[in-house]
Nanobody
Framework: QVQLVESGGGLVQAGGSLRLSCVPSGRTFSTYQMGWFRQAPGKERESVATINRTGGNTQYADSVKGRFTISRDNAKNTMYLQMTSLKPEDTAVYYC?????????????????WGQGTQVTVSS
């Protein structure tokens, strides 16, 4: 069982930046494929970015490419999402998730563990 805790959300003006962090419990962080997802009010949860176990392979949703960067530091047991050039449509609750599958995936249903989420609000 893995517990995930996100932090770093908040209120920011359009064009601003935020960095989210995800810290899992346990010592097996490096064995999980990880991802960031978000859910806006009235919308389905969607994938933002994924990263493989070593951090050498990343994927991004088209809506965030060039603006967001996913990374992980296995020595620090932490995953990050650096968000720049934020837009009002980025407003959502952001979740980190972990999967035991052999490869990262953009499908939320294939993730085994989820954090409680952190709110990101971008004002226009």
């Amino acid at each position: 069982q893995v517990q995930l805790v996100e932090s770093g959300g908040g209120l920011v003006q359009a064009g601003g930046s935020l960095r989210l962090s995800c810290v899992p419990s346990g010592r097996t962080f490096s064995t999980y494929q990880m991802g960031w997802f978000r859910q806006a009010p009235g919308k389905e949860r969607e994938s933002v970015a994924t990263i493989n176990r070593t951090g050498g392979n990343t994927q991004y949703a088209d809506s965030v490419k060039g603006r967001f960067t996913i990374s992980r530091d296995n020595a620090k047991n932490t995953m990050y999402l650096q968000m720049t050039s934020l837009k009002p449509e980025d407003t959502a609750v952001y979740y980190c998730a972990a999967t035991t599958r052999s490869f990262p995936t953009m499908a939320p249903s294939l993730y085994d563990y989820w954090g409680q989420g952190t709110q990101v609000t971008v004002s226009s």
